[in-house]
Antibody, heavy 120, light 106 residues
Framework: QVQLQESGPGLVKPSQTVSLTCTVS??????????WSWIRQHPGEGLEWIGY???????DYNPSLKSRVTISIDTSKKQFSLSLRSVTAADTAVYYC????????????WGQGTLVTVSS | DIQMTQSPSALSASVGDRVTITCRAS??????LNWYQQKSGKAPKLLIY???SLQSGVPSRFSGSASGTDFTLTINSLQPEDFATYYC????????FGGGTKVEIK
């Protein structure tokens, strides 16, 4: 059974870059079957898709965040990562990594989520 | 961008009730519509994929349907563990989530 685990700093200063890593276990990250995604949730609010990376390295991003986001994958380490630049307090949220199947099969596996707080 | 309009934003129901949540897409998304349940402090859980397919392990009281750009999640005979927030999600073009529906105890 696949497991995903986020790691990274819980506190980041405004204008800095937050970098998060998701480690995948129990499944091949290189299978070519899944999109490896980042999703966030502001406190008390709904879900916001940030973007995803495919095993080939191809990516797609939320247009509202595209200018500040990079998602990458390291199949040898079974990890994929999120880099969000020039953060502000509005980027304070729980960040989830997740696995989405292709062809309308949904996001079937999620990490537990990690809270990132942007504050000086 | 595809917008997903979910309604209602909240509802109160009793154990045993039938609950219906709807999601409308701003354009055609075929059957690229999924439903999730999220409990407080937890990651979302996939309930329905492809508009009407039940995810493995999900109770059969959950069902999904589609009509054009309108999608419905139905919970038959609401159970105590079903009180949670529900989200729709389209994956036809990029990914967009609906605003969520909080199901509370009446």
């Amino acid at each position: 059974q696949v497991q995903l685990q986020e790691s990274g700093p819980g506190l980041v200063k405004p204008s800095q870059t937050v970098s998060l890593t998701c480690t995948v276990s129990g499944d091949s990250i290189n299978s070519g079957v899944y999109y490896w995604s980042w999703i966030r949730q502001h406190p008390g609010e709904g879900l916001e898709w940030i973007g995803y990376v495919f095993s080939s390295g191809n990516t797609d991003y939320n247009p509202s965040l595209k200018s500040r986001v990079t998602i990458s994958i390291d199949t040898s380490k079974k990890q994929f990562s999120l880099s969000l630049r020039s953060v502000t307090a509005a980027d304070t949220a729980v960040y989830y990594c997740a696995r989405e199947g292709r062809a309308a099969s949904g996001i079937d596996s999620w990490g537990q989520g990690t809270l990132v707080t942007v504050s000086s | 961008d595809i917008q997903m309009t979910q309604s209602p934003s909240a509802l109160s129901a009793s154990v045993g009730d039938r609950v219906t949540i709807t999601c409308r897409a701003s354009q055609s998304i075929s059957i690229y519509l999924n439903w999730y349940q999220q409990k407080s402090g937890k990651a979302p859980k996939l309930l329905i994929y492809g508009a009407s397919s039940l995810q493995s392990g999900v109770p059969s009281r959950f069902s999904g349907s589609a009509s054009g750009t309108d999608f419905t999640l139905t919970i038959n005979s609401l159970q105590p563990e079903d009180f949670a927030t529900y989200y729709c999600q389209q994956s036809y073009s990029k990914v967009t989530f609906g605003g969520g529906t909080k199901v509370e105890i009446k």
